[in-house]
């Protein structure tokens, strides 16, 4: 079940909770996750981001509002991709980010939406 985050240390939390998890099955997306959190902060609405919440658990699924848009950001464990989403977790892929993905290209990618 989803929950609002719309506060920073609820917000530190759930990054923290992601490092902590990509450190162990997926640091091929680390480096990018820093940088999507802070791209993530600096375009969304004024709606809160959610995150997928289990048992008390902060999980790796984040939807966020941009120019009126909601997007999905997941880990896709077969591609060891964070994928962003339109609307939901099933929503079409819009873009792909790991370590190799290019800060120039997260910033273009943001600006645009």
Known sequence: MPISISD???L???IEGVMGRAEHH???VS???LALA???VWRKDADAIEVMAQEGDLKNVLWVKISGHRYAFSYNHSAKEIEMR???TRGAVLHRFSNGTLIHDV???FRGL
């Open 8 to 10: 920073v240390d609820t």
């Open 12 to 14: 530190k939390t759930y």
């Open 26 to 28: 997926a640091n091929n």
């Open 31 to 33: 480096a990018i996750g």
């Open 38 to 40: 802070g791209a993530i």
């Open 86 to 88: 339109e609307n939901t």
């Open 107 to 109: 910033e273009r990618i």
